[in-house]
């Protein structure tokens, strides 16, 4: 019918919330750490990370791939626990 309102042309608005772990940066920014004379970049992906051409699920699969040892990846690449940089 004439005058009501087809809904073609508007825009809703809806707010989407992203599963972002604080200790880590947003995607798209790197994570550094020197390990045995080298520096090790990790760029973080929107699910996961990406170090050396490899993508990992987690950092810990990331500090596991570089010394062979398990590790936490938060402690392994220094990540504060709250969210904030240590200085």
């Known amino acids: 019918p004439k005058g009501e309102a ?10 989407v ?6 200790r880590v940066p947003m995607p798209g920014s ?5 390990y045995k004379g080298r520096d ?6 929107p699910q996961g990370f990406e170090c ?8 810990s699969a990331v500090a596991k791939a570089v010394t ?3 590790w936490n990846g938060y402690h392994f690449f220094n990540m504060p626990k709250n ?3 240590h200085e």
């Open 40 to 45: 090790i970049v990790v760029k973080v992906l």
């Open 6 to 15: 087809s809904g073609e042309g508007q825009t809703t608005k809806t707010a």
């Open 17 to 22: 919330a992203f599963d972002h772990d604080p």
């Open 30 to 34: 790197f994570i550094t750490r020197p």
């Open 68 to 70: 062979g040892k398990h």
């Open 52 to 59: 050396e051409g490899e993508v990992y699920r987690t950092l």
């Open 83 to 85: 969210g904030t940089a």
